[in-house]
């Protein structure tokens, strides 16, 4: 029997829905990451000012002095850290080689030393990022692909066997720019980061030039870290609402599901687009990101669901050329892996 159209509009919503508490956890672990780090950086500035300053001032000229014999050795050992920690994780190999550089100079101003244990803080951060960003894409495209293609097999009582996305394939798409900016995930976390690091340099010199203490350099660097870790939840949601609408299309194509419907979470949140896109049906030739599918605006949280109103279940069947299994509506997501991706 042919499911009705709120019964795929109800089982697509409640697979994106798992999707976006995906990208929801790893952001709540994020969010936490930048606080740590925040914290890092306001513990070394402190410090520093302890060490150098006179009642909490310093001038540019005296943060430009050199670090004595016995502070550089001191400076070293730390860098040393830093480079052992750089190569067990993922550590900017740019960064690695200044650290190398830093590290072999007989001469570092205290300026400088600062500046380096700052940016340690800010690489570690961003590096992490980047690896749990990709990692994250992944299994959410592996998911919702996986996931997209068993509830039409469950709903219809027919399996057939399909290849397991090859890992060299996944991590092309995923590296796939796709906004009009032509930006990876990727480049927009390092632009961030650069900025950033710019504005924390700009910083330093300022606040000394001015003579001021470590709080005025401290609240502009949190302010600018706050706007960081929003930009990051931006981009967590929307790729996530990307790499989610780009599985469900090549399952579709998988299935040879021929129209698709918009499927939008309607509460006090969604966006006057997203109201007016909700129940658009659309051919799989007419499948454009941002146009006829999501993500239609940054956080977006609509998906889609395959649309069927004739006998797609019998064409579904014999279109595998008898290849086909017959199974149980009631089949378990894990047993179905199991038996059918290869």
């Known amino acids: 029997m ?5 019964y795929w509009r109800k089982r697509f919503e409640l697979l994106e829905d798992a999707q976006t508490r995906k990208a929801e956890s790893y952001y709540r672990d994020l969010e936490k990451a930048y606080i740590q780090t925040m914290r890092a950086i306001e513990a070394d500035i402190l410090k520093w000012y302890n060490r150098f300053a006179k009642n909490n ?4 000229e005296e943060a430009k002095r050199l670090l004595k014999s016995d502070e550089l050795r001191e400076f070293r050992w730390t860098v040393e850290e830093y480079i052992k920690y750089g190569q067990k994780n993922a550590i900017n190999q740019q960064w690695m080689k200044q650290l190398e550089n830093a590290s072999a100079r007989v001469h570092i101003s205290r300026l400088e030393s600062l500046r380096i244990q700052l940016q340690q803080h800010i690489e570690k951060l961003y590096g992490g990022q980047i690896e749990g960003f990709e990692r994250l894409m992944k ?9 997209t293609i068993f509830e039409v097999q469950k709903a ?3 399996g057939f066997t399909l290849q397991a996305l090859d890992e060299r394939v996944l991590a092309k798409v995923i590296s796939k720019p796709w906004t009009a900016d032509n930006l990876t995930f990727s480049a927009r976390i390092w632009r961030d980061k650069n900025l950033l690091l710019d504005t924390l340099h700009k910083e330093l010199i300022q606040a000394f030039a001015r003579g001021e203490g470590p709080q005025r350099v401290i609240s502009v660097i949190q302010n600018k870290m706050n706007t960081s870790r929003a930009n990051a939840a931006r981009l967590v949601q929307t790729e996530q609402a990307f790499f989610s609408a ?3 299309k090549e399952a579709f194509k998988e299935l040879d599901v021929e129209r698709y419907e918009i499927v939008a979470t309607l509460d006090s949140r969604t966006s006057e687009i997203c109201q007016s896109m909700d129940g658009k049906v659309f051919k799989m030739s007419e499948y454009e990101p941002g146009v006829t599918a999501s993500p239609f605006h940054p956080r977006c949280r609509t998906t889609t669901a395959p649309y069927f109103d004739d006998n797609f279940g019998e064409r579904f069947a014999c279109n595998r050329d008898g290849k086909v299994i017959y199974i149980p509506s009631n089949i378990k997501y894990s047993e179905w892996k199991k038996r059918f991706v290869v």
């Open 57 to 60: 001032e310093i001038t540019l």
């Open 246 to 248: 780009s599985a469900q």
């Open 156 to 158: 219809f009582s027919v």
């Open 2 to 6: 042919t499911k009705s159209r709120e």
């Open 139 to 147: 299994e959410i495209y592996q998911d919702q692909y996986y996931n």
